[in-house]
């Protein structure tokens, strides 16, 4: 049964830089599938940033790709977010999730974590 | 960018009663369409993928259809666990994958 926990600071200043952490349990990060990133302002939709397979390839969502980067650590059995030069449009909560083997569908999602943007 | 259309926005349902879902993507997504029901502070659950295939324990009373532009989810006898905020999503051609405004299912 694979588990996913994200983790991170839950406040970050206008301009800095997000971090997040999904650490994966019950089930290897090497496995046939993608692991990627989801966000949701609150009250709102569900937008996806970016997936990543154990081997480093990334996708990223083409409105966000030039703050974000998705990294894998699989001695650690998690990978990463960073989101550069954030903003209060950046609040949301972060959720990390199990993407099927063609990078389609999330799967198995962790609990998410709320990240919000202010000084 | 594929556009994904949710109506309606709200649907209020007796229990018992069936409910229909409608998803529309702003150009082809073949059968390449999800969709997810989301209760209030938890994370979305897979419900349906490949527009009509259950996920894992998802009850048969949730059943999808569609192909093209055209998506339905129906849920042939609303229980109270249902009662929740479901989201349509396709993966055809990413990135990125899309996900429509929800719908959200609330109690008549």
């Known amino acids: 049964q694979v588990h996913l926990q994200e983790s991170g600071p839950g406040l970050v200043k206008p301009s800095e830089t997000l971090s997040l952490t999904c650490g994966v349990s019950g089930y290897s990060i090497t496995n046939n599938d993608y692991w990627g990133w989801i966000r949701q302002p609150p009250g709102k939709g569900l937008e996806c940033i970016a997936s990543i397979y154990h081997t480093g390839v990334t996708y990223y969502n083409p409105s966000l790709k030039s703050r974000v980067t998705i990294s894998v650590d699989t001695s650690k059995n998690q990978f990463s977010l960073t989101l550069s030069s954030v903003t209060a449009s950046d609040t949301a909560v972060y959720y990390c999730?199990?993407?099927?083997?063609?990078?389609?569908?999330?799967?198995?999602w962790g609990q998410g974590t709320l990240v919000t943007v202010s000084s | 960018e594929i556009l994904m259309t949710q109506s309606p926005a709200t649907l209020s349902v007796s229990p018992g009663e069936r409910a229909t879902l409608s998803c529309r993507a702003s150009?082809?997504?073949?059968?390449?369409l999800a969709w997810y029901q989301q209760k209030p502070g938890q994370a979305p659950r897979l419900l349906i993928h490949a527009a009509s295939t259950r996920a894992t324990g998802v009850p048969a009373r949730f059943s999808g259809s569609g192909s093209g532009t055209e998506f339905t989810l129906t849920i042939s006898s609303l229980q109270s666990e249902d009662f929740a905020v479901y989201y349509c999503q396709q993966y055809h051609n990413w990135p990125p994958r899309t996900f429509g405004g929800g719908t959200k299912v609330e109690i008549k």
């Open positions: 999730a199990r993407q099927s083997h063609g990078g389609g569908t999330s799967n198995d």
């Open positions: 150009q082809s997504v073949s059968s390449d």
